[in-house]
């Protein structure tokens, strides 16, 4: 159960309010304030669905969909009664289709969007209809000429008429004759029929049928006898033109009728996905993410931010709670940011049930069957009731209605009386909110209920951080301490008095000296751990980069290799390619000289040379294969010719670096090899 106070508490509606900014259509705005969590897993998975697939049509294929469109559930009642609507109504009728055409088209340029195609599939357009509608209406009080050739027709009569009434009023008005019993030179119209305007005293000076006289009496609007036809004629006409543009509105009426089913669900489809679109937005204006529904009471929040506080001032807080952990008390100094934490699980809770992404890193949030919270001042003039007494009749309700599957929020539970009793009163409360079930949050100074959370199973504690060398808080919430309120502390700070202060701390029991004391000193030892896990993170992280580091660069020479490789092979057998090819040639220089019936002196000096050429070239390659045999034990210096035993190609060593080392050319080409893989050659 969602009850109207603990969504005012929580200022759900703020976040409506939020989500309506981000609605298209009147109706969207409208349901979009009237939005409430839903109830079961199924459905809050859904709507969560729902706003991803919107997320991706918007923000993945930059698709915008408009959603623009007017309220017509009036308009189709009417139509469906038989009554003929006016131009604006049919209007709506059209752009409602328009939009429904539009949207249909855009979610079908989406993938992987099986819920939203399945909401367009029932989308309804009849596109022969819209276009009617927009070429029949110029505007919400015009039909077109091109409505029927009826009309056109009508119209094009009703101008001629009107250009020959006026043809002939214009003798009138400009004729000598008649000048002196004219007020004006003007043709004017009164009662859809053309007149001039004649002076009161001529009166009868001109024969006609008098339509009107002016506020003072001195003009009367005299229609001359000679244009009484030609008016009546216009007159007729234009009752024809009104009658023909009652016979369009009523057939677009029923043709409307004949739809009103398919345009109704159509209607209600667009409206949805205008909300679901609209929570799309939200999220990503808050740079929310998707929550993880479960049923099983696991609640983790991490670096949640509260969406009403500033986003440049908010602190981001991380809290937890296992399936078997029913209670977290949060304890801290005043003013530190416990009521902040309530509202904002609270608030997440609403958020994620009602489809809406959560501003956080992460989060895991349990379904839950009724929100319930007392935070505030409760104190009510009209019923005469104190602070004290409204929080517990408040309380008194939410205990009537729990279940082992709601969530309470209880801000300072007991306070507002006798320390004492107030102490007994909030840890018998929270016996009985841990048998039956429900999960819970509690906010409190009292030392009972932290001796509660430290020695009760299924209760886990967290306290609101504070800084001892400032003495202010932090605002970051620590989970598993239990903080002190370091109230006197706080005080000094804001600048009250010191001996005050100072006579204060003597009035404080050595219980609850030695009760802090020993807070205090776990604080201590907590945030000392919390650095160690911190530097160990940190060290651990660096390990890691390197391990990286050291992975890329590896994988860096081993591309630099293969491409290496893959170079020489390529130089190789272009060699090869241009060796067998001079080879070639010189053996063809032979046939050719051996196929000569007479040999001379200088083709065998010639045959000779080829000869020593292709020994040449033999003995070159024998020389690249046998290079172990021609190895140098003399000192290596820069440039002396290597052999590269890994690439088995000779080289010229470059320069030796510290880091045992080699820069050796290969041509062109410049390659590090290791000590020990590379020796002088001869």
């Known amino acids: 159960m969602f009850d109207a106070k603990s969504l005012k508490t929580l200022e759900y509606g703020k976040i409506l309010e939020m989500l309506a900014q981000f609605a298209q259509s009147e109706s969207g705005k409208e349901r979009a304030l009237a939005h409430v969590p839903f109830t079961s897993l199924e459905e809050c998975r859904h709507a969560l669905d729902m706003t991803s697939e919107a997320d991706r049509v918007l923000f993945d294929f930059s698709v915008n ?34 939009v429904a055409r539009r949207l249909s088209k855009a979610i079908s340029t989406v993938t992987e969007i099986a819920g939203l195609s399945e909401m367009a599939s029932r989308l309804y357009f009849e596109e022969e209809l819209e276009k009617s509608i927009f070429d029949a209406f110029i505007s919400e009080t015009e039909v077109a000429d091109n409505a029927t050739p009826e009309l056109k027709a009508i119209r094009q009569r009703i101008r001629r008429l009107g250009e020959g009434v006026k043809t002939k009023l214009q003798t009138f008005i400009t004729s000598p004759a008649y000048h002196k019993y004219l007020q004006d030179s003007i043709v004017t119209v009164r009662g859809d029929r053309y007149v001039i305007p004649v002076k009161s005293e001529f009166k009868g000076a001109i024969s006609g049928l008098i339509h009107d006289q002016s506020a003072s009496g001195a003009t009367l609007y005299v229609e001359p006898m000679q244009i009484v036809e030609l008016n009546n004629e216009l007159k007729t006409e234009k009752l024809n033109e009104q009658a023909e543009i009652e016979r369009i509105l009523r057939n677009f009426s029923i043709s409307v009728r004949a739809h009103a089913d398919r345009l109704g669900w159509s209607y209600e489809v667009i409206v949805d996905m205008d909300l679901i679109f609209a929570r799309a ?55 530190g940011g416990k009521t902040v934490t309530l509202k904002m699980v609270g608030l997440f809770v609403l958020m994620a049930m009602s489809g809406f992404y959560i501003p956080a890193k992460s989060a895991q949030i349990c379904i839950v069957d009724g929100v319930y919270s007392d935070i505030g001042d409760e104190q009510s003039i009209e019923q005469s009731l104190s602070t004290f ?104 700070t804001l600048g009250l ?14 219980e609850k000296r030695q009760f802090d004391s020993v807070l205090s000193a776990a604080e201590q030892t907590r945030r000392y751990a919390e650095k160690l896990v911190s530097d160990a993170s940190l060290d651990r ?20 290799r293969e491409k290496l490789d893959e170079s020489i ?35 065998i000096f010639a045959a000779r040379a080829l ?28 440039g002396d010719p290597v052999w590269v035993k890994s690439l088995s190609r000779r080289g010229i060593l470059v320069k030796r670096n510290s880091r045992n080392e080699a820069d050796v050319a290969f041509g062109k080409l410049t390659v590090k090899v290791k000590e020990g893989d590379y020796y002088k050659v001869k």
């Not at 469109?69 to 109504?89: H, N, Q, S, W, Y």
């Not at 090819?581 to 007479?598: H, P, T």
Request: proline share 3%; glycine share 6%.
């Open 497 to 510: 008095n010191k001996d005050i202060v100072a006579a204060a701390r003597g009035k404080i029991s050595a």
């Open 541 to 560: 992280e660096k390990a890691a980069s390197a391990l990286r580091e050291a992975e890329n660069q590896k994988r860096v020479i081993a591309e630099k």
């Open 611 to 638: 000869k020593r050429k292709l020994q040449n070239m033999t003995a070159r390659y024998d020389k690249e294969s046998v290079v172990e045999d021609e190895r140098d034990d003399t000192p290596l210096k820069d």
């Open 281 to 335: 937005q939200l999220a990503h204006a808050q740079k929310a993410v998707r929550p993880d529904l479960n049923a099983e009471g696991e609640l983790y929040i991490r670096e949640g931010r509260h969406p009403l506080i500033d986003p440049k001032k908010v602190v981001p807080l991380t809290l937890g709670m296992h399936a078997d952990e029913k209670m977290l008390l949060i304890t801290g100094p005043n003013t």
């Open 389 to 492: 007494s409204a929080h517990i009749k408040n309380i008194i309700g939410i205990l009537d209605t729990l279940t082992d599957r709601s969530l309470v929020l209880f801000d300072e539970l007991g306070a507002g009386t006798d320390p004492g009793e107030g102490a007994a009163l909030a840890v018998s409360i929270c016996e009985y909110v841990m048998r039956t079930g429900a999960k819970s949050l509690v906010t409190s100074h009292f030392n009972d209920l932290k001796e509660f959370a430290l020695t009760t199973k299924g209760v886990v504690a967290a306290s609101m951080e504070f800084d001892s060398v400032t003495f202010r808080p932090t605002f970051k919430l620590v989970m598993g301490a239990i903080g002190t309120s370091n109230a006197l502390d706080i005080a000094t």
């Open 65 to 98: 969909p408009s959603f623009a469109v007017d309220d017509i559930k009036e308009i189709l009642v009417k139509a469906e009664k038989g009554a003929v609507l006016a131009i604006p109504e049919l209007l709506k009728v059209g752009r409602a289709l328009r």
């Open 569 to 603: 092979r390529r130089e190789t057998r272009q060699l090869i390619e241009n060796s067998v090819e001079e080879a070639d040639e010189i053996l063809e220089e032979l046939r050719e000289m051996l196929n000569k019936e007479v040999v001379e002196d200088k083709d």
